[in-house]
């Protein structure tokens, strides 16, 4: 099947979901952009000029633009202000709705979209595409293994001086609100459990270059009494770690290290005497499906086929508002200084 595309917002973010389209295997050929939408009309079709669509419909009335087209699918690549009407109106139109994180702007609009995908009987994903990689798959299938035993607690580092210019720079709850999203979600896959209350300490450390909020500690307690510790900062500078954190996965048999790059380190107990334990190294499997692991391109496909199959994708919004709610309870746990639960 070939599916018809809208796609919504055609800034910085809309070439990386356009360049998957018509580049990737897992992609080529299996949608025809119909339509693109901006609210400054030219800068979609400069858009359009440079992926040479030139049968696509040129717009900035999405309205408008979905009735011309009558599109099986909405890309919402739009700011997180604009993300509940866009998704709306997709809906509305009767399109399946892919949108870029955070899926909504608020807990409240986030619970209202599930309810509105639900009515319309249409999927509505987000792209969380930092859980389709190589190092996250691998993690979750050892896990699954049970050679680590049953998992108690997760840690990981988040340090990195970014240096951005622009409006993340004047954001309130920078951290938190433009990127801890992928790494609270990738947490959640990992440990296989869903995540019950925070408490969260936010700073703004000396030196920093950010209005609000570029560093912040997290512990989240989730199901099955494990626990998430999480901590990062955007503006440390000497010692980046990958923008996928490092990371200390404990279980009740052993440990696995990932510095979020290439290198694993995990090892079990293998005696049962001595003061400190006798330990084996453990093999990290390989990931079970190499197509999980091509990060934006692979969130798109696990879209397309979810809706060819008839079952919901691994990022639906009804299971993507988890990670929301774990970020809008650590904000608030920030700003109260109290525990706060996470009820979706």
């Known amino acids: 099947m070939v599916f018809r595309a809208v796609l919504a917002g055609c800034g910085a973010m809309s070439k990386g979901w356009l360049s998957a389209v018509a580049e990737h295997p897992l992609l080529k050929g299996r ?44 890309f919402d690549v739009v700011i997180p202000a604009a993300r509940q009407g866009v998704v709306e109106t997709g809906l509305r139109h009767g399109c399946h709705v892919l949108s870029e994180k955070p899926m909504a702007a608020t807990l409240e609009a986030g619970r209202a979209l599930v309810a509105q995908a639900a009515a319309a009987g249409r999927v509505h994903a987000v792209v969380q595409n930092r859980r389709f990689i190589a190092g996250v798959r691998r993690i979750r299938r050892l896990i699954e293994s049970g050679a680590l035993g049953d998992v108690t607690a997760l840690h990981c580092d988040f340090f990195i001086g970014a240096h951005f210019g622009g409006f993340r720079e004047e954001m309130e709850n920078v951290l938190l609100l433009d990127m801890a999203i992928h790494t609270l979600d990738a947490a959640r896959f990992m440990a296989g459990v869903s995540p019950k209350a925070v408490y969260c300490l936010e700073t703004n450390p000396r030196g920093s270059w950010y209005a609000h909020g570029a560093a912040a ?15 990062g900062s955007w503006c440390a500078e000497g010692a980046n770690t990958s923008w996928e954190a490092a990371w200390r996965i404990v279980g009740t048999k052993g440990t696995l290290l990932w510095d979020g790059t290439d290198a694993f380190e995990a090892k079990a107990v293998a005696g049962d005497t001595g003061f400190f334990r006798e330990l084996q190294a453990i093999e990290v499997p390989d990931p079970a499906d190499i197509d999980q692991t091509h990060g934006h391109a692979s969130v798109l496909a696990e879209f397309l086929d979810a809706i060819e199959e008839g079952r919901p994708p691994e990022t639906a919004s009804n299971d993507n508002i988890k990670s929301l709610a774990m970020v809008f309870a650590a904000i608030e746990s920030a700003k109260t200084r109290q525990r706060v639960l996470i009820a979706i």
């Open 31 to 74: 949608i025809e952009i119909v339509g693109l939408v901006d609210l400054h009309q030219p800068t979609a079709a400069a858009r359009a000029a440079e992926f040479g669509l030139t049968n696509a419909i040129i717009g900035s009335d999405l309205d408008a633009v979905l009735a011309a087209t009558k599109p099986d699918l909405l």
């Open 217 to 231: 500690n997290a512990i989240f307690e989730f199901d099955d009494g494990v626990v998430f510790n999480y901590r």
